[in-house]
T-cell receptor
């Protein structure tokens, strides 16, 4: 079974631009979560989608948004990019929600904001 | 219930020694605690997890202990090997929300041959 995939793997943008990242979960997984990883900060939870609905949201500004499609693929969008948005963005999928199921991470998208 | 304190931030051990990483959480209702290993340039991978109904779990050289009273849990790696070198993250699941996890800031483990 193919693992979680993310595209693109690397991205360079300038301040003020917007960006869209994509995540394809493991086949059959319906829950997709997004995390921001920065040095020394660990992984910060952005949001989680299940059956095309955002069910959880972390403490990030409204510039960060996402969506999920009927095939469970998910996208996240960051508008009006700031230098501090430079990070590794990871998505993770799991079989179902509502239980303590293992999350499988993708390789991440490395975003650099200049 | 978001706070997860993880210590130490870096840990250097000699091959064959043991390594211990500790995490503290704040919400006593938390009931699921996974540990992830992230090698350089790779994705985090689950290495072991523990639920609140047990106090210890072992898997070969790796063990996790949970003290619910003190609200802390620890990762123990015995007989460390150079391939154990990586960043380790503890996490706990938000007890009030589906699939919402809070992560520690990570421990960079270096195993010297």
């Amino acid at each position: 079974k193919a693992g979680v995939t993310q595209t693109p793997r690397y991205l360079i943008k300038t301040r003020g631009q917007q960006v869209t990242l994509s995540c394809s979960p493991i086949s059959g997984h319906r829950s997709v979560s997004w995390y921001q990883q920065t040095p020394g900060q660990g992984l910060q939870f952005l949001f989680e989608y299940f059956s095309e609905t955002q069910r959880n949201k972390g403490n990030f500004p409204g510039r960060f948004s996402g969506r999920q499609f009927s095939n469970s693929r998910s996208e996240m969008n960051v508008s009006t990019l700031e230098l501090g948005d430079s990070a590794l963005y990871l998505c993770a999928s799991s079989w179902t929600s509502g239980s303590n199921n293992e999350q499988f991470f993708g390789p991440g998208t490395r975003l650099t904001v200049l | 219930g978001e706070n997860v304190e993880q210590h130490p931030s870096t840990l250097s051990v000699q091959e064959g020694d043991s390594a211990v990483i500790k995490c503290t959480y704040s919400d006593s209702a938390s009931n699921y605690f996974p540990w992830y290993k992230q090698e350089l340039g790779k994705r985090p991978q689950l290495i072991i997890d523990i639920r609140s109904n047990v106090g210890e779990k072992k898997d070969q050289r790796i063990a996790v202990t949970l003290n619910k009273t003190a609200k802390h849990f620890s990762l123990h790696i015995t007989e460390t090997q150079p391939e154990d070198s990586a960043v380790y993250f503890c996490a706990h699941k938000d007890p009030y929300n589906f699939n919402k996890f809070y992560f520690g800031s990570g421990t960079k483990l270096n195993v010297k041959p």
